[in-house]
């Protein structure tokens, strides 16, 4: 939305492309690394964002193959989402949620992966994350469900999207920004 939003997400873009899977530089990561760079950009800068778009979901999902442990367990997961909206309620911005998209464990877990990542962990994860964001309604994007129906071909490897996706993902969460920022002010939760 050229001209209508200014954008800016978390630095390194450089550093976080050399390797998508690491969390590192503008990679989000799990939501203790999300929680934990909220907290940083609440104590060493002053705010000025009127919408925090968040998201975090793939990383916490990460499955060791041997042990079968999560990277984060769905308790902390659910915890870590509530002091997220907690934190974000603290500054003078308001917050809108993503729901973490699809993943294919067929091709993921094929791969030579250190780690896995299973469709029903996705799919249990968005329900917390739903739960968490209806309770203390902050809208949500359903960019799940919007990439689930674009069809077969969505992966360029075991997780990340071919480019024509992800453009199609930025429309869709910026014609739900643009109703967003149109929409009377109430307190109702919404999701698309």
Known sequence: MRGVLEYSRKGGLEEAVLNLD???G???GDSNM???????VRDTSSVEADVFIVNCGLHDIKTDPITKQKQITIEEYEQNLFSIVKLVESLPSEMVWVRTTPCDEDIHNKTKMKFHRFSSDCVAYNSVADRVMNL??????DLYTFTCNLGEDLYCDHV???DSIRQQQAA???GFLSGFFCRPKTSSSSQV
Do not use: D, S, T, W
């Open 22 to 24: 690491r969390a590192i």
């Open 26 to 28: 503008a990679n989000g």
């Open 34 to 40: 999300v929680l934990n760079h909220l907290q940083m």
């Open 136 to 141: 203390k309604e902050i809208p949500i994007i």
């Open 160 to 162: 990340h999207f071919h």
């Open 172 to 174: 869709y969460i910026a």
